[in-house]
């Protein structure tokens, strides 16, 4: 009966530790403890973003002067990327910044855009497969080579003459250098996201499961 008690007490004591571990990291700061030059970006970046810094925002900011460059590129990507302007299109944006999301198994950007992907015009089967960790089947050729180039970037750290010459073919350098900065983009925001334990809006579940270790 003690050796029960006594594992029931232990276990309780590693959930809480596990719970604990599992706190959000690097968030809000309050005013009054801002540098002047964190307090000088803020007010920059409100302009843009009325709300303010939120989640990974405030990572970026222990480091103020990166935060509004990245606030630049993600307004980009966001108004032109996103848009028929981009090389690739909303829908394969969407898909490119999912598969990193996956390789980064980065919940918080995994919800934000699977949806906006869908209606964008990616089959809810191939988010599946790649949720799971699966190449996706059925994929039409501009899907297939966005896949391709992106997946091999991601885990090969290149891409070989192959996957680059069906990149500029279909979408051009503009095309690849699009593909390849989202994927740079999205790495570090997944980074920061996993550092800091960005969490999901409350009543949420991980859309995504750990890939086997």
């Known amino acids: 009966m003690k050796a029960t008690l006594s ?21 809000a700061i309050p005013p009054a403890q801002m540098t002047d030059v964190q307090k000088k970006v803020v007010a920059e970046f409100t302009k843009a973003r ?13 480091t103020p002067e990166v935060l509004l460059p990245f606030l630049e590129i993600q307004t980009y990507i966001h108004t032109v990327m996103e848009s028929p302007k981009g090389a690739l299109g909303e829908k394969n944006t969407h898909f490119a910044m999912l598969i990193a999301a996956r390789h980064w198994t980065q919940q ?5 855009h699977d949806k906006n992907a869908i209606k964008a015009g990616l089959k809810p ?9 699966r ?11 966005v896949y391709d180039f992106c997946t091999e970037l991601e885990q090969n750290h290149g891409v070989s003459d192959a996957t680059y010459d069906r990149m500029v ?29 960005t969490p999901l809006d409350a009543g949420k579940m991980p859309p995504l499961k750990p890939f086997p270790r």
């Open 108 to 112: 918080l950007i995994w919800d934000l």
């Open 50 to 62: 009325p709300d303010g810094p939120f989640g990974f925002w405030w990572g970026y900011l222990r």
């Open 125 to 133: 089967e191939i988010l599946e497969a790649l949720a799971a960790g």
């Open 7 to 27: 594992g029931i007490v232990i276990a309780a004591a590693l959930a809480g530790a596990g719970a604990a571990a599992a706190q959000e990291r690097m968030g």
């Open 169 to 197: 073919a279909k979408f051009g350098e503009r095309g690849v250098s699009e593909a390849t900065l989202i994927q740079g983009e999205y790495t570090l925001m997944s980074m920061f996201m996993n550092v800091q334990r």
């Open 135 to 145: 190449r996706p089947p059925n994929m039409s050729e501009d899907e297939d080579i």
